[in-house]
């Protein structure tokens, strides 16, 4: 019995409809990052497990998919090692390659390899898959694009104003009006943790305070206790869990709440010029947030933090990014400041669905169906064909001659579903053709060159 095919989960099959709809996502989003001056690239599918390895934190860790060694990569492995069953230990053993779990690590390792040939600050943007070892819901999928915009060598904070601006401009373009960009830093972050006590605890504390809107203040409180921040240090903490009012209230806020933390402090100062900055120029349809529980969860981020999201359909976040100043130092070099934002393009897919904001996307289809009744006449036929396609007229043939009315009644059924603008009809044989346009019905008999004429029109 034949085995039902199927595809692994968290995967999608794309029909022709849904490419048009993502490739106009996609089309949007590049046309925006070359208009903000972003140079396009491209990494591997997959990277060495050292590249990838320890750069998410232990959750993001988690996620990776590694790829096993060719071979008999067990034969390999030291049998002492096999039967202590330490997954931990085996897997560096059996698998040096693993899928990129996103394109900022990559894009990291790129950076520093081709140092020497690149003009800073360089600006690139990436539009390719990544891989993630989640479980799959709404919105989230193992196989999914991502399309980051970064710029590297500038520690300018006119780039963290760029970014807010490039998100409107896009999510504008998109019709996805209002959508909530919510700001954080991580300097804001870390001097939190300073004044209650954590700073010890960083990583802990971000992780978890960063689940606010997913698991609630509870939430947040039962997993910090967990990681071993004490209720007095979490108690400091609960009003950040209702923080409320205009982007400038909140900064006079934290500049009072974080008048004892110098890394605090400077925090504020770059989240002010960020916000000073978008109200002087103003923006076109997006809503600039600060959001102070806002962490992203990811270590290598060590400045502005970014979180897009929008209220009209409950997904989750639709763009994500930050400032990540040493992060190329994991790769040797140092002191190479950089900033980067990522669109989520399967959750923003989902919204402009839900939303009916995807325009009247027309498939990909010929102009000009040829018919094919007669073998006498496919020399002519082809040749013509040949003709409109090198004048820039999308053309094909029917492939298969008709030989009965149903056959007949076939190529016209094709025609129709297709929606084919202009048919070369059939019905008579020599070198002739008749044109006809099945919006008016009218019908041109002439050459080849005649007919492109008519069809240009």
């Given at each position: 019995?034949?085995?039902?095919?199927?595809?692994?989960?968290?995967?999608?099959?794309?029909?022709?409809?849904?490419?048009?709809?993502?490739?106009?996502?996609?089309?949007?989003?590049?046309?925006?990052?070359?208009?903000?001056?972003?140079?396009?690239?491209?990494?591997?599918?997959?990277?060495?497990?050292?590249?990838?390895?320890?750069?998410?934190?232990?959750?993001?860790?988690?996620?990776?998919?590694?790829?096993?060694?060719?071979?008999?990569?067990?034969?390999?492995?030291?049998?002492?090692?096999?039967?202590?069953?330490?997954?931990?230990?085996?897997?560096?053993?059996?698998?040096?390659?693993?899928?990129?779990?996103?394109?900022?690590?990559?894009?990291?390792?790129?950076?520093?390899?081709?140092?020497?040939?690149?003009?800073?600050?360089?600006?690139?943007?990436?539009?390719?898959?990544?891989?993630?070892?989640?479980?799959?819901?709404?919105?989230?999928?193992?196989?999914?694009?991502?399309?980051?915009?970064?710029?590297?060598?500038?520690?300018?904070?006119?780039?963290?104003?760029?970014?807010?601006?490039?998100?409107?401009?896009?999510?504008?373009?998109?019709?996805?009006?209002?959508?909530?960009?919510?700001?954080?830093?991580?300097?804001?972050?870390?001097?939190?943790?300073?004044?209650?006590?954590?700073?010890?605890?960083?990583?802990?504390?971000?992780?978890?305070?960063?689940?606010?809107?997913?698991?609630?203040?509870?939430?947040?409180?039962?997993?910090?206790?967990?990681?071993?921040?004490?209720?007095?240090?979490?108690?400091?903490?609960?009003?950040?869990?209702?923080?409320?009012?205009?982007?400038?209230?909140?900064?006079?806020?934290?500049?009072?709440?974080?008048?004892?933390?110098?890394?605090?402090?400077?925090?504020?100062?770059?989240?002010?010029?960020?916000?000073?900055?978008?109200?002087?120029?103003?923006?076109?349809?997006?809503?600039?947030?600060?959001?102070?529980?806002?962490?992203?969860?990811?270590?290598?981020?060590?400045?502005?933090?970014?979180?897009?999201?929008?209220?009209?359909?409950?997904?989750?976040?639709?763009?994500?990014?930050?400032?990540?100043?040493?992060?190329?130092?994991?790769?040797?070099?140092?002191?190479?400041?950089?900033?980067?934002?990522?669109?989520?393009?399967?959750?923003?897919?989902?919204?402009?669905?839900?939303?009916?904001?995807?325009?009247?996307?027309d498939l990909p289809k010929p102009k000009v169906l040829f018919l094919n009744y007669n073998t006498e006449n496919t020399p002519n036929r082809l040749k013509a064909l040949a003709i409109l396609r090198?004048?820039?007229?999308?053309?094909?043939?029917?492939?298969?001659?008709?030989?009965?009315?149903?056959?007949?009644?076939?190529?016209?059924?094709?025609?129709?579903?297709?929606?084919?603008?202009?048919?070369?009809?059939?019905?008579?044989?020599?070198?002739?053709?008749?044109?006809?346009?099945?919006?008016?019905?009218?019908?041109?008999?002439?050459?080849?060159?005649?007919?492109?004429?008519?069809?240009?029109?």
């Open positions: 019995m034949a085995q039902k095919p199927s595809i692994p989960k968290g995967t999608r099959d794309f029909s022709p409809v849904e490419i048009t709809k993502r490739n106009y996502i996609f089309n949007i989003i590049k046309k925006s990052f070359e208009i903000y001056g972003f140079q396009p690239i491209e990494t591997p599918s997959f990277e060495k497990s050292e590249t990838l390895m320890g750069k998410y934190g232990e959750e993001g860790d988690r996620l990776i998919f590694n790829i096993l060694n060719s071979g008999d990569y067990l034969n390999k492995v030291d049998s002492n090692l096999l039967e202590s069953k330490n997954s931990t230990k085996v897997t560096p053993k059996i698998s040096e390659k693993a899928l990129r779990y996103d394109l900022t690590v990559p894009f990291t390792r790129y950076v520093v390899q081709h140092q020497n040939e690149l003009t800073l600050p360089f600006k690139r943007y990436q539009i390719q898959p990544v891989w993630r070892a989640d479980r799959p819901q709404k919105g989230r999928f193992r196989e999914f694009y991502q399309c980051d915009a970064d710029v590297v060598g500038s520690t300018s904070l006119i780039q963290e104003v760029e970014f807010v601006q490039l998100y409107d401009a896009v999510f504008t373009k998109l019709d996805l009006t209002e959508t909530i960009i919510k700001v954080n830093n991580r300097k804001v972050l870390s001097g939190i943790a300073e004044i209650i006590g954590a700073k010890d605890k960083l990583i802990d504390f971000t992780v978890a305070l960063d689940k606010l809107d997913k698991i609630g203040a509870e939430g947040v409180t039962k997993e910090m206790l967990t990681k071993g921040i004490s209720e007095d240090a979490i108690e400091k903490v609960q009003p950040l869990f209702n923080f409320k009012g205009s982007n400038q209230e909140k900064l006079i806020q934290l500049k009072e709440m974080l008048s004892a933390s110098e890394e605090g402090l400077k925090g504020v100062s770059e989240l002010q010029f960020i916000v000073d900055s978008i109200e002087n120029i103003g923006l076109q349809s997006a809503i600039l947030d600060i959001d102070v529980t806002l962490a992203r969860g990811l270590n290598y981020y060590t400045g502005a933090i970014y979180e897009v999201v929008t209220n009209k359909v409950k997904i989750g976040s639709i763009g994500g990014g930050g400032r990540y100043d040493d992060l190329t130092s994991i790769f040797g070099l140092k002191d190479l400041s950089g900033i980067g934002i990522s669109f989520g393009l399967d959750r923003i897919y989902i919204v402009l669905e839900e939303l009916g904001l995807f325009k009247d996307l090198a004048n820039g007229i999308s053309s094909e043939i029917y492939p298969d001659t008709a030989t009965s009315n149903k056959q007949r009644q076939k190529q016209f059924k094709y025609l129709q579903k297709r929606e084919i603008e202009f048919v070369i009809l059939d019905d008579e044989i020599g070198e002739e053709l008749s044109l006809k346009n099945t919006k008016t019905g009218k019908i041109t008999k002439g050459s080849v060159g005649d007919l492109l004429l008519e069809i240009k029109k």
